[in-house]
């Protein structure tokens, strides 16, 4: 009967997924090809103070996105440390210095990993417009970086990878922002609220107090889905019930999680000009993404754990309203997306479900993964795809007529190492130096035994990829936390960047090379299993024995 | 010194383009979405408030205990699941338990919860389902599942003198089904329940 259910809810969503790849996709291209500004783009760009025509070398591409988002992490921290000057505080006081640091930094990498409870912490003005600013705009910086990559593959002769400032600004106001409008006014159709009316006091029916808290929820929520960010307007994110209302919006957030993502293989394909090439990066990622949301929803129909066993079922952290198939399809959603958005909590699955959840991120969140980032993600495999290839048969390898040399290999494995090597060596020093391994154990961890190791682990491989979920247990409001996850979140946000705008650049400059009969097809079936393989192989190496420390190890006990 | 020029009108440009955007989103969006939920739809907008006899008694959306002061279950009351947000069903501070699958705190728990609601109930342990010994993951869960409400009705309807047969067909004519018939799970809004409970109890009394 579950299964039955949950092949529907599936069903569902690839139905509304497949019904907007081409139109979404096609004009997601259009709107980054076209040499057309609008008027009120005229006016902005004028406004700030860029030429919309100039074309911009990688390395200008990429300055850009940098001092882009160095004024975003400054805002957000200045807005939080001066909080109790802004309309709308609530009577809250400002985060420490090292709670603002991390919070800052995470929003702006689209990461939202959030070491504080919001409703007691940020009042409105914060969240409106420091938060849910970088929500729109470091999804739309993801994006503005794929479309560059995809660019310079496009390119037939020492093209340019673009204009940041323009895709910036073209992917909020013609794609995130119209997006978002629709979106947030279904959610408060569903229930989620949007008023300024602070903490509402009621006499509950017994005759006790509540205090129901208001704030503009839906229009965060919007985005925070559509953007692959995930930050909460309140403490358990959208298992509370004014984010997340009931069983459909659930489905419609799920499929928000996912509708760029998936949605940008055609806008790869269409830009690089064989929708082909777009439906082989979209099947891997849909293959990757079935079977991983099959395993967790079938670790936590199963059970696992002796507090689970004794409940009779994986309920706890989780509502009435979703059930277990909600749950997952949620859970798995969110972290094989950059979203981190959670409606159950993951630190009370079962140790193989929560362990689902750490293996989606450590794929490297590309199927489909975050806006932008999970088709520059996949595309960077697929380029080691080819290389390998291309060492079994002798051959040079190119991709989509673009030679891979010595520099794009090394720019690629630069790509693939910083990830595996911010999260091992994240847990590695927070167990390592003897101060503070008495404050993770002391303080930080919840859960005694692995499952406490498992929390560490959780977080640093969420603050990497960029994801911002949690095994929410551990306390991460301690300074060595939030300073060590706030320099993982900025290191495996921006360096990879860094690498992707370089192959960008390094396949601008190339022209192409003919299709030869020795070139490996990249749009067969026997590319997508390649690519399949190369991320599974990758992922598995870096983090097989991390794994076996914590959630295998805590589910085959 | 031009590279250095160059770098500074870069974050002027970055710093423009950042305001530029705020007003957009972070002001003129949520307001927009405000207006319109004001007026379309207030009901939702404001929370989804609930009111007995024109006195707002919570949200039809978030959970509330129905304990004496000392989080004792009422037994007149149909009872909602375990709570971790504050001392339970704390609105201002919503929070699951986080506790892992192979905690033995956890274990306890759900142990003695079992055990006391069993009791309770007088059922058989076996027969609690498993949404009453959990907490939930926001601690303010406004539903429990059909097979709790019905557990409890010999209970309430015990508890108030109210016919047995006439409190199970409250809770049957109460149970939310599947959205669209497929999604989620059914589920009871212990508050609605009991709202219409005290009506119920109210007209028999007359």
């Known amino acids: 009967m579950e299964w039955l259910l949950f092949a529907a809810q599936l069903g569902t969503l690839a139905l509304l997924l497949a019904l907007v790849y081409r139109p979404l996709g096609d004009y997601m291209a259009t709107v980054y090809t076209s040499p057309r500004d609008s008027r009120a783009e005229k006016v902005l760009y004028r406004v700030v103070g860029v030429d919309p025509a100039n074309q911009q070398s990688w390395s200008s591409y990429l300055r850009a996105v940098l001092a882009f988002s160095a004024i975003g992490v400054l805002t957000v921290y200045a807005l939080q440390r001066l909080q109790l000057l802004l309309p709308f505080a609530l009577d809250l006081p400002a985060p420490s210095e090292h709670l603002s640091f991390n919070t800052a930094i995470s929003f702006v990498t689209n990461t939202n990993w959030q070491s504080y409870s919001p409703e007691v912490t940020l009042g409105y003005t914060v969240q409106m417009v420091g938060l849910a600013v970088q929500n729109f705009v470091s999804a739309a910086v993801g994006i503005a970086v794929a479309i560059a990559l995809v660019r310079g593959l496009a390119s037939r002769s020492a093209g340019s990878i673009g204009n940041f400032w323009v895709d910036l600004f073209r992917g909020v106001i013609r794609i995130l922002l119209p997006l978002s409008i629709i979106t947030a006014v279904v959610l408060v159709a569903g229930g989620v609220v949007q008023n300024f009316a602070g903490f509402t006091d009621v006499t509950t029916l017994t005759g006790g107090t509540q205090s129901i808290p208001g704030g503009p929820v839906a229009s965060q929520e919007a985005i925070k889905e559509l953007g692959t960010n995930g930050g909460g307007f309140y403490n358990v994110n959208a298992a509370h019930p004014f984010e997340g209302p009931g069983a459909w919006v659930t489905i419609f957030q799920v499929f928000l999680m996912l509708v760029i993502p998936f949605a940008l293989p055609r806008t790869f394909g269409r830009i690089v000009g064989d929708n082909r090439q777009g439906y082989a990066v979209l099947a891997a990622m849909a293959s990757i993404y079935l079977l991983s949301v099959t395993a967790m929803t079938a670790a936590e129909l199963a059970g696992g754990g002796a507090a689970t066993q004794a409940a009779g079922a994986a309920m706890e952290g989780k509502e009435t309203r979703f059930g277990i198939v909600l749950s997952t399809l949620f859970g798995t959603t969110s972290t094989i997306t950059s979203t981190g958005a959670v409606n159950a909590m993951h630190d009370s699955f079962t140790p193989l479900g929560g362990g689902m959840a750490m293996v989606n991120m450590m794929l490297g969140e590309v199927a489909p993964g975050g806006v932008g980032a999970g088709l520059y993600g996949i595309l960077v495999i697929a380029i080691v795809a080819v290389f390998i290839a291309g060492l079994m048969v002798g051959r040079t390898p190119e991709f989509l007529g673009k030679k891979i040399g010595t520099r794009e290999i090394k720019l690629a494995s630069l790509y693939i190492l910083t990830t595996p090597t911010l999260v091992l060596a994240g847990t590695a020093l927070s167990f390592g130096i003897p101060t503070v391994r008495g404050d993770i154990e002391g303080t930080s961890i919840w859960n005694p035994g692995v499952h406490g190791f498992s929390e560490v682990l959780y977080a640093f491989t969420s603050a990497a990829n960029n994801n911002g979920s949690a095994f929410a247990g551990l306390t991460a409001n301690t300074p060595w936390l939030n300073t060590a996850l706030g320099v993982t979140m900025l290191l495996g946000r921006f360096l990879p960047i860094v690498f992707v705008l370089a192959l960008a650049g390094s396949f601008a400059a190339q022209g192409t090379v003919p299709a030869t009969a020795g070139t490996l097809p990249t749009h067969k079936p026997q590319f997508v299993g390649l690519l399949l393989g190369t991320v599974v192989i990758v992922s598995a190496l870096s983090y097989f024995p991390t794994l076996a420390l914590g959630p295998l190890a805590e589910g085959l006990l | ?206």
């Open chain 2, 1 to 206: 010194m031009t590279i250095t020029r160059g770098t500074s009108r870069q974050y002027l440009v970055a710093l423009r383009a950042m305001i530029v955007l705020t007003v957009i989103t972070g002001l003129a969006y949520p307001l927009l979405i405000t207006g319109v939920g004001q007026v379309a739809l207030p009901a939702q907008a404001n929370g989804s408030l609930v009111t007995v006899d024109r006195r707002v008694a919570g949200s039809s959306l978030i959970g509330q205990s129905f304990t004496d002061a000392d989080g004792t279950a009422l037994p007149e009351w149909f009872q909602s699941r375990p709570s971790a947000a504050g001392d339970g069903y704390d609105a201002g501070a919503s929070s699951g338990s986080n506790l892992g699958p192979t905690n033995e705190a956890l274990l306890d728990t759900v142990d003695e919860r079992r055990a006391e609601i069993a009791a309770r109930e007088d059922v058989a342990p076996a027969d609690v389902p498993a949404d009453a010994v959990t907490a939930s993951g926001s601690g303010l869960d406004p539903h429990i599942s059909p097979e709790y409400a019905l557990l409890q009705v010999p209970r309430v309807a015990a508890e108030r003198g109210l016919d047995n047969a006439e409190v199970r067909g409250l809770v049957e004519s109460m149970i939310h089904g599947r959205d669209l018939g497929y999604l989620g799970e059914p589920t009871v809004t212990v508050l609605s329940l009991n709202i219409a409970l005290a009506e119920l109890d109210a007209d028999s009394a007359n």
